[in-house]
């Protein structure tokens, strides 16, 4: 017995004749078996729906008919035998079996080209895998010739000879001798020598040519010294600093992807907070001390125990750089949590990410969540976790976009060939649904796709999607550049994979797209649902027509004004006061 019946006739025009076929045929069928689903082309579907209790399609709408029809097991053609348009002609039930082959031609065709691309993207894995395989045998081979190197330098002669002249050394000046002690202060002041220069290599060699090679002889320790003094005269001349913040090293200043750390950094600074970026620690940088970046803000590429001089400072921590904290003096540690622990971009290994998390959790003065379904996630550990998205530079936006009067270079020539542009800048990564976007170019040739950021893991050469005519990667740009190319966007979008990761996101863009006023086109993401004027496109075909529906916005004023406010009341100034707060009230466990 079917299930679903679709029934087709001249039924919803008022017709008493046909209408009374139509109750007679749903009495029996309904009597024959009650859980029967009924569909019913009709003239008037509210009424057909309203007076027979079942579902309805409009008679002109042949799309949704044949819809319909895959989905029934059974077609009736009833009252009158015939499908009829409005001029009278009728669509027989050959031209609905057309109309079938012709869906089922159609979705074959469409499954042999996805066929076709997997195929091509397995020769293009199998090409790559091929080329790791031809170099891994090259770098066995290289490792193979260092070896032996290394063993023929150890038969040699001159290595014996090394080996006789340490002994001898070792015989002259014992560890800890006199003779020992001066040949470290040779050392030392040749150093100092080439450094800092020749008054202060003297004062090293008449003050530590005794002292022998401890803490106080080594290099490091005078490096210290100095940058200590450094740290010393910058929290001297902001006493007044309501708060003294330091950021544990994440991620170096000058990355082509501004981040949240950054963004916090010169908020708390406008907040009247003394506030020290710490970049990762490279002994060999040229760019070693403090470097003032703005008013209250510096970078801080030193070694994180000169740090200790800072007395109680608010220490913001991420999940892997947690370690850190032990190097701080009596910190108050606001600890960030900003994505799944499994997202790819953080380093280490899951069961320790896990570990660290966990006792960030239990041990830090406040917890934050930038998130929905983080916060959901810490909540049962920490009931007072703030949660705290991610925000706007909404001036700098504004003033860069007012700023611009002409298109950068590189986008210039893709403005003459398209009217509409359809942007995303950001990083390009696994999370990004590049089939999605290659489908949406697919069916708007009209449109120009503009890509703008790094090839994060490798997977937008992968994906092949450059080779579409109307998509164009412009490559990473400097942080204050992206608002001159968003300046030219029609529509801004974030087309993101939905999944556990994607869902745990507050994309950096959505805001700032805002503040320049532009028509946003997400994916069905949670944390973009959350605010108003975001066109959230919950499969392919939805988020194409909310691209369209976006660009006809493109001009409505009380839209833009709408994702305006939306982008003020969501400022990274909004989100550091909220941060303060939660430190003042002292509410952290």
């Known amino acids: 017995m079917p299930k679903k019946v679709l029934i087709a006739g001249y039924h919803g025009f008022g017709n008493t004749g046909d209408e009374t076929i139509l109750t007679a045929m749903l009495q029996s069928l309904r009597a024959s078996e009650p859980t029967l689903e009924l569909v019913v082309v009709s003239g008037s579907p509210e009424m057909t729906a309203a007076r027979h209790s079942v579902r309805s399609v409009l008679w002109t709408d042949l799309p949704a008919i044949v819809a319909a029809a ?39 065709a469409e ?21 790791l395989q031809g170099q891994l045998a090259e770098r066995e081979n290289e490792i193979g010739e260092l070896r032996a190197q290394i063993e023929s330098v150890e038969r040699s002669f001159g290595w014996g000879l090394l080996q006789l002249l340490w002994r001898t050394g070792s015989w002259l000046a014992p560890r800890g001798t006199l003779r020992y002690r001066a040949f470290y202060a040779m050392i030392l002041t040749q150093w100092v020598l080439r450094t800092e220069g020749v008054g202060a290599a003297w004062r090293a060699a008449r003050s530590e040519a005794w002292r022998g ?16 003094r450094e740290l010393q005269a910058i929290i001297a001349q902001h006493e007044s600093a309501l708060e003294t913040v330091i950021f544990l090293p994440s991620v170096e200043w000058n990355i082509s992807l501004f981040q949240r750390p950054q963004q916090l950094s010169l908020a708390l600074a406008r907040q009247n907070c003394l506030v020290l970026f710490c970049e990762p620690w490279n002994p060999g940088a040229r760019s070693i001390g403090f ?13 994180l125990r000169v740090l200790k001089g800072v007395r109680s400072p608010v220490a913001f921590t991420l999940v892997y750089n947690g370690a850190c904290l032990s190097e701080l003096d009596s910190a108050r540690v606001v600890y960030e ?11 280490g ?10 006792k960030l959790l239990r041990e830090a003065t406040y917890v934050v969540a930038t998130a929905e379904k983080l916060l959901g996630q810490v909540s049962e550990l920490r009931p007072d976790a703030l949660l705290c998205p991610n925000g706007v530079d909404y001036h700098l936006i504004r003033r860069t976009i007012d700023e611009t009067t002409k298109p950068p270079d590189d986008l210039k020539p893709l403005l003459k060939d398209a009217s509409l542009v359809v942007g995303y800048y950001g990083a390009l990564a696994e999370w990004f649904d590049y089939d999605l976007l290659a489908r949406a170019a697919a069916e708007r040739p009209h449109y120009r796709f503009v890509l703008i950021g790094p090839d994060y893991d490798g997977s937008i050469g992968k994906s092949s999607i450059t080779k579409l005519e109307n998509i164009s990667w412009l490559g990473p740009k400097p942080y204050p550049d992206v608002a001159r190319y968003l300046k030219y966007f029609d529509v801004a ?10 869902h745990a996101v507050s994309p950096l863009k959505l805001f700032e797209y805002m503040a320049g006023r532009k028509p946003v086109v997400t994916t ?66």
Request: charged share 30%; hydrophobic share 35%; glycine share 8%.
């Open 70 to 108: 895959e989905e029934c097991d059974l077609v009736i053609l009833g009252g009158g035998g015939i499908f009829q348009n409005y001029r009278g002609r009728s669509i027989t039930a050959s031209s609905l079996l057309s109309s079938f082959a012709d869906g089922q031609i159609g979705q074959r």
């Open 111 to 131: 499954r042999e080209n996805e066929i076709g691309e997997l195929q091509a993207q397995s020769a293009v894995q199998n090409r790559r895998i091929a080329t």
């Open 213 to 228: 090679p401890g803490a106080a002889m080594t290099i490091h320790s005078r490096q210290e010294e100095r940058l200590s």
């Open 291 to 303: 470097h003032r970046l703005d008013d209250r803000l510096y970078t801080a590429h030193v070694p």
């Open 337 to 347: 949590h900003i994505d799944e622990l499994d997202v790819s971009l953080f380093p």
């Open 349 to 358: 290994d899951i069961d320790a990410l896990e570990r660290d998390h966990v």
């Open 493 to 502: 979008t974030i087309p993101f994979k939905l999944n556990d990761i994607t």
């Open 524 to 589: 069905d993401m949670r944390e973009c649902r959350r605010y108003p004027g975001v066109l959230i496109g919950g499969n392919p075909r939805e988020f194409i027509k909310r691209l369209d529906e976006a660009l006809a916005r493109r001009d409505d004023h009380a839209y833009l004004a709408q994702v305006d406010q939306v982008a003020r009341d969501n400022s990274w100034d909004v989100r550091a006061q909220a941060i303060l707060q939660l430190i003042r009230s002292g509410e952290g466990s």
